[in-house]
T-cell receptor, first 112, second 107 residues
């Protein structure tokens, strides 16, 4: 089944403890992206990747890192999480930029 | 950046009713998509529709790119249609989302 898989689905962590949210797609898509969704602010792009080893900042990149060492994986790294990063996170992929997006199931992160 | 406006913000329907959701955008776009976020938070791609009309079961969508709007039609609504409907347009390598229309279908 063609899909974007995110893990974990739910995570509660403490301020400052490094964490990684994984994202993997099995559709051989070139383009991948991370979004966060917050009440009243909608969905905002954090980082995107046009292809392996090509990443760039979105609208809200502060406090996040990404890497794209393989085409299928695009992990989101929070080196020192803070409570303002409590949010619902989505990974998405598409064949190329400009094509239809497939979203993962989301990761609900709480930083206390 | 491009502005995406959706209307109405909220919609309450009786099961079986039809409805139209609207998405206006402030600049020309090459890519417009409609998504449904279900009550469990999952985002499902409904349509990739930069122009023209598409249908998928009880849902259909029309985009008139030259006039900068898109419409999503829900016919014979069911309770499973409840959730938030987003339109999103491609702008500088990212999808810019509207604020969404929250649809509640009552049995």
């Amino acid at each position: 089944e063609a899909q974007v898989t995110q893990n974990p689905r739910y995570l509660i962590t403490v301020t400052g403890k490094k964490l990684t949210v994984t994202c993997s797609q099995n559709m051989n898509h070139e383009y991948m992206s991370w979004y966060r969704q917050d009440p009243g602010l909608g969905l905002r792009q954090i980082y995107y990747s046009m292809n392996v080893e090509v990443t760039d900042k979105g609208d809200v990149p502060e406090g996040y890192k990404v890497s794209r060492k393989e085409k299928r994986n695009f992990p989101l790294i929070l080196e020192s999480p803070s409570p303002n990063q409590t949010s619902l996170y989505f990974c998405a992929s598409s064949l190329m930029v400009g094509f239809g997006y497939t979203f993962g199931s989301g990761t609900r992160l709480t930083v206390v | 950046g491009i502005q995406v406006e959706q209307s109405p913000p909220d919609l309450i329907l009786q099961e079986g009713a039809n409805s139209t959701l609207r998405c206006n955008f402030s600049d020309s776009v090459n890519n417009l998509q409609w998504f449904h976020q279900n009550p469990w938070g999952q985002l499902i791609n409904l349509f990739y529709i930069p122009s023209g009309t598409k249908q998928n079961g009880r849902l259909s969508a029309t985009t008139v790119a030259t006039e900068r709007y898109s419409l999503l039609y829900i016919s014979s609504s069911q309770t499973t249609d409840s959730g938030v409907y987003f339109c999103a347009v491609l702008n500088d390598y990212k999808l810019s989302f509207g604020a969404g229309t929250t649809v509640t279908v009552r049995a």
